[in-house]
């Protein structure tokens, strides 16, 4: 899950798109209510773009390649390769890896479009896992049942949604058992951990987006992170248009490419932004705790969080059956709010002619009707936090 081009004021979803947001302020117009992303960018890092502008290195160069090892390093990952976004991540990687026509890639319904239209745009067919209805991400069950019955699985794409990673153990297992790649879509899980180990470094390869609302951010820019110098190798070389990564300022492309590249401006900003991100991420998981603990008589479901597993909170995403009058109870006390996402991919009109997209997936269905992501981000003041929990709790004693 990753990036779109917004519909709707930059920064106001995990994906810049414009489905289902609020953001008007009170009744009263007294103030401008508690937003659903606030994306900082500090002093820091307008110094180091500065110093960028200033040397006139604006291009792919020192600072991408700095970030790259820094990112890989912060991921427990031995490489890292740069692009400029999440979705050009996802499918720089799945070129990488060999995608291409009659391969079926199995990936979860209830994600940002991204996901699967990578695998679409790789020349793959995106084959759908229905969801676990607490982590909302797909189960190892759906999974082996699929590529039980079918003998075109070249590999698997768990996303790991809202910040929680998916169920890595067994997805890897089930890959090993059946000769499969696992592709981390990690785009809203910087820093997510399972077993203390972060994501970015749990299957053959993963992808991060930086779009300005994610928990790190570079304006936009993406990351491919994998302890295979193959795939990076690979990577790196589709993204700069087929090049040999040993000469990037050449001119002999030995492959297919594309311009996926990021920017030293862009990188500059995600350098600073990398040094503040387990201070973000703290932030994010100590506004969550605030919430569960406010949260537990009300008949309201609250996010799950395995065993061992460690939540980033890219998103806070409760469930009520009454999801529109709860949106419109927050909206009149002027807290944003988003739904993320609805419609499944599988139900997108963009998906009416992907065969696989017919399949029966209740559960994310489910979901998607049910699901409200509630504001969150580090940014919040302890009034603003104090805001929303009342403006829940007061709707669900009244309604």
């Given at each position: ?22 953001n ?6 007294t ?21 960028v ?16 090892d820094?990112f ?5 990952a ?7 976004n999440g ?8 070129e ?7 391969d ?9 479009v991204?996901?699967?239209?990578a ?9 759908f896992?229905?969801?676990d ?13 699929i ?5 075109d ?5 768990p ?17 090993d058992?059946?000769d ?6 990690a ?5 997510a951990?399972?077993?203390g ?7 053959d ?29 690979r990577?790196a070389?589709y993204a700069n248009?087929g ?9 002999e492309h ?5 311009n ?53 909170y890219h998103?806070?995403?409760?469930r009520?059956?009454d ?11 002027g ?7 609805d ?29 409200l ?9 302890e009034r603003?936090?104090r ?13």
């Amino acid at each position: 899950m990753t990036d779109t081009e917004p519909d709707t004021e930059l920064g106001t979803g995990p994906d810049g798109d414009a489905a289902s947001t609020t953001n008007t302020g009170p009744a009263d117009g007294t103030d401008d209510g508690v937003s659903i992303a606030a994306p900082d960018v500090s002093a820091a890092a307008i110094e180091r773009v500065e110093s960028v502008i200033e040397r006139g290195a604006l291009a792919a160069g020192d600072e991408v390649a700095a970030f790259e090892d820094e990112f890989a390093s912060f991921c427990e990952a031995d490489r890292g390769v740069a692009t400029s976004n999440g979705t050009t991540a996802l499918h720089a990687a799945l070129e990488a890896l060999g995608v291409g026509e009659g391969d079926a890639v199995v990936t979860s319904p209830f994600s940002f479009v991204a996901s699967a239209n990578a695998i679409r745009i790789a020349g793959g067919t995106p084959v759908f896992a229905d969801i676990d209805p607490e982590t909302y991400t797909m189960t190892p069950e759906a999974v082996e049942e699929i590529v039980s019955d079918r003998d075109d699985v070249v590999g698997l794409l768990p996303v790991h949604l809202y910040g929680l990673p998916a169920d890595m153990p067994a997805l890897a297992d089930l890959a090993d058992d059946h000769d499969l790649f696992v592709l981390e879509d990690a785009c809203q899980a910087h820093g997510a951990a399972v077993d203390g180990e972060r994501v970015g470094s749990l299957g053959d390869a993963a992808c991060f987006s930086f779009y300005p609302t994610k928990n790190a951010t570079t304006g936009e820019g993406g990351m491919i992170t994998t302890d295979r110098d193959d795939l990076a190798d690979r990577a790196a070389s589709y993204a700069n248009h087929g090049r040999a990564t040993s000469e990037r300022g050449g001119y002999e492309h030995r492959r297919l490419g594309h311009n996926y590249r990021l920017t030293n401006v862009a990188a500059a900003i995600g350098r600073t932004q990398l040094e503040r991100l387990p201070a973000f991420n703290e932030a994010r998981r100590e506004n969550a705790a605030y919430y569960d603990d406010r949260f537990t008589e009300l008949s309201l479901e609250t996010p799950t969080v395995p065993s061992g597993y460690r939540h980033v909170y890219h998103q806070y995403t409760v469930r009520t059956a009454d999801r529109d009058g709860l949106q419109r109870a927050l909206e009149s006390r002027g807290v944003d709010t988003a739904i993320y996402y609805d419609p499944p991919i599988h139900r997108q009109p963009a998906y009416e002619t992907v065969s696989t997209a017919a399949a029966d997936l209740p559960r994310a269905e489910r979901a998607a009707e049910t699901v409200l992501s509630l504001p969150v981000h580090p940014g919040l003041s302890e009034r603003d936090r104090r805001r929303v929990a009342e403006a829940v709790r007061n709707y669900a004693f009244t309604s």
